[in-house]
């Protein structure tokens, strides 16, 4: 996709859904309960977190805290990635409409006919990058009156969103090798103010191929849930055991670059 005058919401569209099967969206407005920057987001907020609290009682407030808050950034950190490396566009995320349902948000609504946004790559990051904080700010704020969360624990999950975006794109389009989408990574987490803060891992399989796993600095606290685990990537994992089992996973699934 190209930029224009307009860029093409239907290419875009289908490009998210191919990306992630969640960014199921549509360029027409809904009825339904969800979130929208600038509205009261506190009761659906606080819906959405009574939904895994109270699922998951044994893994506490940590769970529960973050659970939340990855639900309700991802898709903003999800379309910002696409829009500027898939369509050459910046995503107006501010206009965003998400769907909630049943303490899950995915799918969402966006107006037609957005400007597509002018300029170099690394503009356009910025400008993605500014627009998104401030929908990160509001989220934050909305979610910090229901439960409590650090802001460096947010942020750092952010983080890891963002480059987990990067890394799917970079498998469904062509011209993403490692070293771009390592340097697109470290673009990105600086121009949000997150330097540091996550940073991808580079492996090398039994074929000889380098892949690129990530190496978080927060945990999802997944393992808190009588039927959790730590996840591949968990910081509270040692060193060599995150790249063993990365490697094991990215062995089977070729998620990566």
Request: aromatic letters at 6%; a neutral charge.
């Amino acid at each position: 996709m190209q930029a224009s005058d307009h860029w093409d919401t239907s290419a875009f569209l289908a490009l998210a859904a191919r990306v992630h099967p969640g960014l199921n969206g549509m360029a027409t407005p809904s009825p339904e309960p969800g979130l929208s920057h600038g509205a009261d987001n506190t009761p659906v907020i606080s819906t959405v977190h009574s939904i895994w609290a109270n699922a998951y009682p044994e893994a506490g407030q940590p769970y529960s805290s973050v659970r939340t808050w990855t639900l309700l950034v991802w898709q903003p950190v999800f379309l910002s990635v696409l829009g500027v490396h898939g369509a050459d566009a910046v995503v107006p995320v501010g206009r965003l409409w998400q769907r909630v349902e049943q303490g899950v948000v995915a799918g969402f609504r966006m107006p037609e006919d957005w400007p597509a946004a002018a300029g170099e790559e690394s503009e356009r990051i910025h400008e993605a990058a500014a627009r998104l904080m401030a929908v990160r700010d509001a989220l934050l704020a909305d979610l910090r009156q229901i439960v409590r969360i650090k802001p460096l624990t947010a942020n750092r999950l952010l983080a890891d969103i963002l480059l987990m975006a990067l890394q799917r794109l970079a498998v469904t389009l062509p011209g993403f090798t490692n070293e771009r989408v390592q340097t697109l990574g470290e673009v990105w987490l600086a121009a949000m103010g997150l330097k540091d803060q996550s940073r991808y891992l580079l492996l090398t399989l039994s074929s000889g191929r380098e892949v690129l796993g990530l190496e978080r600095r927060a945990c999802c606290m997944h393992y808190r849930r009588d039927d959790g685990c730590y996840c591949s990537s968990c910081p509270k994992l040692t060193h060599s055991e995150r790249t063993r089992r990365q490697l094991e996973e990215l062995s089977h699934d070729a998620v990566a670059v």
